[in-house]
């Protein structure tokens, strides 16, 4: 494997961006951040030294000081309420509408209102004991498996051959042509 050579041109590019990265650092340091843009004060120099380098501070700036926009200062926040109340909606008719311009209508008249489903009680006991076979054979596997582990192998058996013939039973009743007229909206 080869090593690179300490003195190839790779090498003093990298000095060189280290350079720049200490230069552009030390200038973003020495930058006196003043909210809402403000002018600095007359006879204030804007920088601390002449020189790159770190600036020279009494107080350390943390990460909550970094606001290159002037946005957390409350001055700042009550600036940008009184400008949102000075605009109003005749001068946002050119501008294109955002997600928070919004305005929900409240009528109900094209909601979706489902019809009643129709009554148990007129449907045909086969059916409905079909129905009962296929979702509670299942369920009875289930609670035997859970609560009486010592079932006999007859009674499982049982279910397994009630859930087959009920599921068999709901498949044979479906319909065996295609409606040409029907959409599939409706089920």
Known sequence: MNRPDPNSADQSANKDDDAVWLDLVARLEATE??????APEPGRPETDQA????AKEDTPRGFKDFDPLG???????????AQAAQVGPEQLEGRPSG???????????????????????????LTMLAWIG????????LFTAMFWRSAPLLA????????????????????????????GARI
């Open 134 to 141: 296929a979702v509670g054979g299942p369920l009875a596997l």
């Open 71 to 81: 946005l957390s200062s409350p001055a700042a926040a009550a600036a940008s309420d």
């Open 156 to 183: 499982i058996l049982g279910i397994v051959v009630a859930f087959a013939a009920s599921v068999v039973y709901l498949i044979m009743r479906l319909p065996h042509e295609k409606n040409e007229d029907d959409d």
């Open 33 to 38: 951040s003043s909210p809402l843009g403000e």
């Open 99 to 125: 997600p928070r311009d919004f305005e929900a209508d409240d009528d109900d008249d094209g909601a979706f209102v489902p019809e009643e489903p129709p009554s148990l009680v007129g449907t045909d006991p």
């Open 51 to 54: 020189g790159p380098g770190p």
